[in-house]
């Protein structure tokens, strides 16, 4: 490892820290394996996606070392299906298949080979926009085919060892029952019903014989051949680790305590299979504004990537994740907190470009730099000065997006006039960011913050000085029917300028007009994108 003056200062974001342990922990590797998993006993929510993209960033920072990186992600899908989520479909049948394998539990939405397989192929197509590309492994087809077996067996020999490791856990957390001698590190499911209420016997070698508790059925397996039968959660995950040779794996603080999963799991991984423990970043929760603690799949109505995705542009969300260290807990936003988070992230991509000049805000630059670099679906690197493509400000594009009636192509239009996209790749962000923008409108701006161009006009009694001044409007109209923004905006200045009432005053007349509400944005920006041809013929008939 190169000393800390030696290092790149463009590595300096908390995953380049990550892979400067990994690789300081395997010295002379000349590639490494890095993974994540999750249980699909439900909706792989936005917070497991957490998981996912922590191992993304590492792997990025690890691959820019110059080493290989085999990205594994675990589908622990051969785990037990113990609780119905509320919002599931058909729930009388899920219940009847509680305790069985979710691989082996019938889709209640009748459009894949299992429940599991539901859950796994919605959350793997969330993730191709976003650029994540791991080696997905179904768990439950690598133990049936008997791959684990060696790693069964090397338990079952470690038995009174890997006891007394989970036994010593078990009394850190204050469990009242302990381990029994007749324990044996197994779990599965019987042959025969499918249930997992099943006691053990092993004969020294490869065999295993298990009695059914629920239906009766004995059987004799072969661990050779595979089969049904399996390690329980906390020995299961160190063996995976020698087997696949992981050397970084992040976890939940749920799994990080005293105690946990991974303190115990790094103690197995050690003594019963001679691998040492992955490096570890423990990750705290993400929640949803407006819902409190942890989210859970099984309470039904999470928020998933696909739904992130509906309003936040891939290198967003990327950006989001990125910019916190895993260990901060942090809420996704859907109300109006959005707003506020595109123009930090704009911000950050314009500083990104700025070139350095020795002075003290070189270092945010710097990592400015890099965070936008893993944030980019497609991993790129700004250098320093160059012109970053023109993003439109979400607030403003909000505005634009309504008065077009959710027209992103006709949006874009009005926006390539005014001289403010230019280039493909400006082109590319727009559509992406206008599609977030609207569906951010259509589905979560409050009701005040959304608007829509009258369809058909109205007619309104006008006397006195807004009757002068709306004619005078529809005057200025007619003159420049095509006029921008800030050319309607001197007019405006000068109409008041010809007016003893306040403009503010008429101002509710001319949005009543438009857009069936009595204040509404900015009206120089609302008419310059209407022009005359759509705003005329709204304004024209209340003065007769």
């Keep these: 490892m190169a000393d800390a003056d030696d290092r790149d200062p463009h590595l300096n974001h908390w995953a380049d820290q990550a892979a400067e342990r990994t690789l300081r922990a395997h010295p002379g590797e000349k590639s490494l394996a890095v993974a994540a998993g999750i249980t699909p006993s439900g909706v792989v929510h936005i917070g497991n996606f957490r998981e996912v993209i922590t191992v993304d960033l590492v792997a990025r920072a690890l691959r820019d070392r110059g080493l290989p990186v085999r990205f594994i992600y675990s589908w622990d899908d051969f785990d037990v299906f113990r609780k119905v989520p509320k919002d599931a479909p058909q729930p009388e049948m899920l219940e009847q298949n509680l305790g069985r394998s979710i691989a082996d539990v019938p889709d209640p939405w009748c459009d894949h080979d299992s429940y599991a397989s539901h859950h796994i192929a919605a959350f793997e197509q969330s993730l191709v926009p976003l650029g994540i590309e791991p080696e997905f492994i179904r768990q439950h087809r690598m133990y049936r085919a008997g791959t684990y077996a060696e790693g069964i067996r090397k338990a079952l020999a470690a038995t009174d060892t890997i006891r007394d490791l989970l036994n010593d856990a078990r009394r850190t957390h204050g469990a009242r029952r302990l381990l029994d001698d007749q324990w044996l590190p197994l779990s599965g499911f019987c042959d025969e019903c499918g249930k997992d209420d099943l006691r053990f016997a092993w004969d020294g070698e490869w065999g295993v014989h298990y009695d059914c508790n629920g239906c009766g059925h004995a059987h004799d397996v072969d661990l050779r051949k595979g089969g049904n039968l399996k390690l329980p959660w906390?020995?299961?995950?160190?063996?995976?680790?020698?087997?696949?040779?992981?050397?970084?794996?992040?976890?939940?603080?749920?799994?990080?305590?005293?105690?946990?999963?991974?303190?115990?799991?790094?103690?197995?991984?050690?003594?019963?299979?001679?691998?040492?423990?992955?490096?570890?970043?423990?990750?705290?929760?993400?929640?949803?504004?407006?819902?409190?603690?942890?989210?859970?799949?099984?309470?039904?109505?999470?928020?998933?990537?696909?739904?992130?995705?509906?309003?936040?542009?891939?290198?967003?969300?990327?950006?989001?994740?990125?910019?916190?260290?895993?260990?901060?807990?942090?809420?996704?936003?859907?109300?109006?907190?959005?707003?506020?988070?595109?123009?930090?992230?704009?911000?950050?991509y314009r500083l990104a470009h700025e070139a350095d000049d020795g002075g003290r805000k070189d270092k945010k630059r710097q990592v400015a730099r890099r965070t936008m670099q893993l944030s980019s679906v497609d991993h790129r690197r700004i250098e320093p000065g160059t012109e970053p493509p023109e993003l439109a400000g979400f607030r403003h594009l909000s505005v634009l997006v309504q008065i077009f009636d959710g027209d992103v192509d006709a949006t874009r239009a009005y926006y390539e006039a005014q001289g403010q996209i230019v280039g493909d790749e400006a082109r590319r962000r727009f559509g992406l960011r206008a599609a977030c923008v609207w569906r951010w409108v259509e589905q979560y701006a409050p009701e005040d913050f959304r608007y829509r161009i009258r369809a058909e006009a109205v007619t309104r009694a006008v006397e006195g000085e807004h009757r002068t001044a709306l004619t005078r409007l529809v005057e200025i109209l007619e003159q420049h029917p095509g006029a921008d923004d800030a050319t309607l905006g001197e007019h405006m200045k000068g109409l008041a300028s010809e007016l003893s009432m306040p403009l503010k005053d008429f101002y509710p007349l001319v949005y009543d007009l438009l857009i069936d509400r009595d204040r509404g944005p900015k009206l120089s920006t609302l008419l310059a994108a209407m022009g005359g041809t759509r705003a005329l013929p709204l304004l024209r008939p209340s003065l007769g």
């Design 234 to 348: 906390r020995v299961d995950w160190p063996m995976r680790w020698a087997h696949e040779r992981v050397a970084f794996e992040p976890g939940g603080k749920d799994h990080s305590s005293a105690g946990g999963s991974y303190d115990t799991a790094k103690h197995i991984v050690a003594e019963v299979y001679g691998w040492s423990a992955p490096q570890y970043v423990g990750y705290d929760f993400v929640s949803c504004k407006g819902q409190g603690g942890k989210l859970s799949s099984s309470k039904g109505g999470v928020v998933t990537v696909a739904d992130c995705l509906e309003v936040y542009e891939p290198e967003v969300l990327r950006w989001l994740f990125a910019s916190y260290r895993p260990n901060t807990e942090f809420a996704i936003s859907f109300d109006l907190d959005v707003i506020k988070l595109y123009e930090d992230y704009d911000r950050t």
